[in-house]
T-cell receptor
């Protein structure tokens, strides 16, 4: 069974600092990995999707890398802003059964 | 507007009273899925469907049923709800044509007393 871990569980940084969020998974037989943002009491918003054959994806201030062989992905958020405060979740889709397994998330607070 | 809709958004019910949470998407996606989110346990997949009339169990299917008779709809049925099914439920859809990037509905907060 795929296990997805996100460390740290919570992170507080001053505005302007770069954010580094980690996601690790136990089974490297993945179809893709997706990063989401969730605001309190709200649904999930897709940030980046990385296919298993890709090493990274970029969108604006966000960059996500994937190292399938070591079971790791990292989400970088450059020049953080208070509006980046949210919980960030990574999810891994299996290549055999298309199940989606989520990490518990990293809750980010960006202090003004 | 491309979206996934869920109804109801909030529901309080009693143990044993059958209920259905509807999910509908207007993006012609093949893949649809249900999740529950609980504090400390994160998001867990209940059931998913790769296409019409094709459904599979996720990690926590016990106590739930689903059906996929039309491409756009994927209702979640609780035949006899119990308090341990109190949770926040999310429906999502995805298309294989775009690498199964998932789009989530707004969530349904269910309380079973």
């Amino acid at each position: 069974k795929q296990e997805v871990t996100q460390i740290p569980a919570a992170l507080s940084v001053p505005e302007g600092e770069n954010l580094v969020l980690n996601c690790s998974f136990t089974d490297s037989a993945i179809y893709n990995l997706q990063w989401f943002r969730q605001d309190p009491g709200k649904g999930l918003t897709s940030l980046l999707l990385i296919q298993s054959s890709q090493r990274e994806q970029t969108s604006g201030r966000l960059n996500a890398s994937l190292d399938k062989s070591s079971g790791r992905s990292t989400l970088y958020i450059a020049a953080s802003q208070p509006g980046d405060s949210a919980t960030y979740l990574c999810a891994v889709r299996g290549s055999n059964d298309y199940k989606l397994s989520f990490g518990a998330g990293t809750t980010v607070t960006v202090r003004a | 507007e491309a979206q996934v809709t869920q109804n109801p958004r909030y529901l309080i019910t009693v143990t044993g009273k059958k209920l259905t949470v509807t999910c509908s998407q207007n993006m012609n996606h093949e893949y649809m899925s249900w999740y529950r989110q609980d504090p400390g346990l994160g998001l867990r997949q209940i059931y998913y469907s790769m296409n019409v009339e094709v459904t599979d169990k996720g990690d926590v299917p016990e106590g739930y049923k689903v059906s996929r008779k039309e491409k756009r709809n994927f209702p979640l049925i609780l035949e006899s709800p119990s308090p341990n099914q109190t949770s926040l439920y999310f429906c999502a859809s995805a298309s294989g044509g775009i690498g199964y990037e998932q789009y989530f509905g707004p969530g349904t907060r269910l309380t079973v007393t």
